[in-house]
């Protein structure tokens, strides 16, 4: 509740350094942009990702389904599921147009 999410992806604060209520601003932007990649992978299968009261994901097909996943790890699992393809975030070249340099990808 709050948009304070516990997955260890949803912190503010990753470090645990001030806590994640602390960082509840930085929380809701990193959230934001976290977003607008998980969209980026999820045009191609037709599917799109939301906010659900900062603590978990919507993911929504063409016809209007969707489905609440409560962490991220969950969210490739129902994107998967609901777009009937392989989402592999991970993948070297699964996501061809990247911000980061190759040498950041090879690397990180």
């Not at 992978?41 to 603590?55: K, N, Q, R």
């Not at 097909?61 to 998967?80: C, H, M, N, T, Y």
Request: overall charge negative; proline content about 6%; glycine content about 10%.
């Amino acid at each position: 509740m709050f948009g304070v999410g516990q997955h260890w992806s949803d912190a503010a604060d990753p470090m645990g350094v001030g806590g994640v209520a602390a960082g509840i601003l930085e929380n809701r932007a990193e959230r934001a942009k976290r977003l607008r990649l998980i969209n980026r992978i999820l045009h191609p299968a037709g599917l799109t990702a939301g906010d659900w009261d900062g603590e978990s994901y919507c993911v929504e097909d063409a016809q209007g389904r969707s489905k609440v996943a409560p962490d991220l790890s969950a969210l490739w699992r129902i994107a998967e599921q609901m777009g009937h393809a392989r989402i592999d975030p991970l993948e070297t070249d699964f996501l061809p147009t990247s911000p980061w340099p190759d040498s950041y990808r090879a690397s990180n």
